[in-house]
C-alpha cells in the first residue's frame, strides 16, 4: 500500500521536484498540489491523503492555519512541515498545532523523504 502525500506550497517549482522525488519512492504517490491553503482545506476535504507536506509561510491561510483546519478534519491524519524557516520559535507553533513532524527545505531529498 502506497503513502498518498498531499503537497502544499507557494512555489511550483518546490512542488515539482517533490513530486520527481516522490515519483521515484514506489511506497510513495502524490494524491494532490496545492499552491495555497484555500486550496489545500479544498483538496483535503474531497480527497484526503495519509500525509500533509505543508509550507508554513503563504498568503491567505498560513500553514498553522492548515493544519489546524487539517486536524479538525482528520484528527489522525500524519502532517509534516516542509519549510525554510530554522527558528525554534516556528517549530513550537507548527507541532503544538498538530504538525508530527518539522523538515527544512535544505535537507537533501533522501532527508526529507524519510
Do not use: F, W
Not at 507548527?94 to 531529498?109: D, F, I, P, R
Request: glycine content about 8%; charged content about 20%; some cysteine.
Amino acid at each position: 500500500m502506497t503513502t498518498r502525500i498531499l503537497i502544499v506550497d507557494d512555489h511550483s517549482v518546490l512542488r515539482d521536484g517533490l513530486c520527481q522525488l516522490i515519483d521515484n519512492d514506489p511506497e510513495l504517490s502524490v494524491s494532490g498540489q496545492a499552491s495555497n491553503g484555500h486550496e489545500a482545506i479544498r483538496i483535503l476535504g474531497t480527497d484526503p491523503p495519509d500525509l500533509l507536506l505543508v509550507d508554513l509561510h503563504m498568503d491567505g491561510l498560513d500553514g498553522t492555519m492548515v493544519i489546524q483546519a487539517a486536524k479538525d478534519l482528520y484528527p489522525r491524519l500524519r502532517i509534516v512541515v516542509l519549510t525554510a524557516y530554522t527558528s525554534a520559535s516556528y517549530v513550537r507553533s507548527a507541532l503544538s498545532s498538530g504538525a508530527h513532524g518539522y523538515v527544512v527545505k535544505s535537507e537533501s531529498g533522501k532527508n526529507i523523504l524519510r
